[in-house]
């Protein structure tokens, strides 16, 4: 089993910044991504970012040039700079990996619990 652990959420005002680090206990056999995702009330989990074992990253629209993703593999854990923080950014953040701790290579989804991120204008 993998433990996801995510942590930095907090308060900040509008055109602040954080930074959110992601953890899993136990390192990848093979190829990996880890993602964010965020859930506003009422709305559903959307798809924030990506960066994958090959520190290839991938955005949403709405965070492009806002947030930034890296990562420490001897660590384990990603990280996500947020910077210029809107009131829309104010979400329940969730860190998703998608790895294989075994062979054959096969990858599966482990998700975190949660970190909140509260942005006020």
């Known amino acids: 089993q993998v433990q996801v652990v995510e942590s930095g959420g907090g308060s900040v005002q509008a055109g602040g910044s954080l930074r959110l680090s992601c953890t899993v206990s136990?390192?990848?056999?093979?190829?990996?991504?880890m993602s964010w995702y965020r859930e506003a009330p009422g709305k559903e989990r959307e798809f924030v970012s990506k960066?994958?074992?090959?520190?290839?990253?991938d955005y949403a629209d709405s965070v492009k040039g806002r947030f930034t993703l890296s990562q420490e593999k001897d660590k384990k854990t990603m990280y996500m700079e947020m910077k210029n923080l809107k009131s829309e950014d104010t979400a329940m953040y969730y860190c998703?990996?998608?790895?294989?701790?075994?062979?054959?290579?096969?990858?599966?989804?482990?998700w975190g619990q949660g970190t909140q991120v509260t942005v006020s204008s």
């Open positions: 998703k990996a998608d790895l294989s701790t075994r062979h054959p290579c096969r990858l599966e989804n482990y």
């Open positions: 136990r390192f990848a056999f093979c190829r990996y991504g």
């Open positions: 960066i994958d074992s090959n520190n290839n990253t």
